[in-house]
């Protein structure tokens, strides 16, 4: 498979995990069917979206509508399993790889617009937190990435491996790789060993 073939059909995967997400938490929330699908499109697009205006570029999903076949996708998968449960361990897996994906694949557009190497690192944190945190303001849910499992942590660590090794000038594939892993390993373990970054403990 061609390069450029396998971004697309990681961008596609990416985009359905992110939307089932959505909609899963949306439907938690005893949204209706519109909820759940603006949900689902919110978490699953807005990273990309943003990405893409600030780095004066038009949206991904208008650039490659395909990508709202994996929104419909995902909101039809939930209305017909009918289940409102929260969101399980399988589901956080699957946001993990989205979050992998739309971490990598937001650095490397940056890079390949020649955005300097800090720009590139945080567009890549901006594409792949930015749906989650929208997701759970409308949803009216405490938003995971401001009190648990590291999930910025995780793109930014993915992101600035990738860009270092990039820096490197080998293949493109190869910090692709590790960037993703990089993301999916710190995210996984934050989750099984209930990290989270400090805080600021109360005063008695």
């Not at 061609?2 to 909609?23: K, M, N, P, Q």
């Not at 793109?155 to 999916?184: D, K, M, Q, W």
């Amino acid at each position: 498979m061609e390069w450029t073939s396998l971004v697309t059909v990681c961008d596609l995967v990416a985009t359905f995990a992110f939307a089932t997400v959505g909609a899963r938490v949306a439907a938690a929330k005893g949204m209706d069917f519109g909820g759940i699908a603006l949900i689902a499109a919110v978490s699953s697009l807005s990273g990309g979206t943003l990405r893409n205006l600030f780095l004066l570029k038009s949206p991904s999903w208008i650039i490659n509508p395909w990508l709202l076949s994996s929104v419909a996708l995902a909101v039809l998968f939930t209305i017909l399993r009918g289940s409102s449960e929260p969101v399980g361990r399988f589901f956080l897996s699957l946001d993990t790889f989205g979050l992998a994906v739309a971490t990598v694949s937001s650095t490397e557009f940056a890079l390949r617009l020649n955005a300097n190497p800090i720009i590139a690192t945080v567009l890549g944190l901006i594409g792949g937190v930015a749906g989650g945190l929208l997701r759970d303001v409308l949803a009216q849910v405490e938003p995971v990435l401001l009190h648990r499992e590291t999930i910025a942590s995780s793109c930014l660590a993915g992101a600035a491996i990738f860009v270092g090794l990039n820096e490197l000038h080998i293949n493109r594939f190869i910090p692709v790789t590790i960037g993703a892993l990089v993301v999916v390993a710190v995210r996984e373990l934050s989750i099984y060993f209930k990290w989270n970054l400090p805080r600021i403990a109360p005063k008695n």
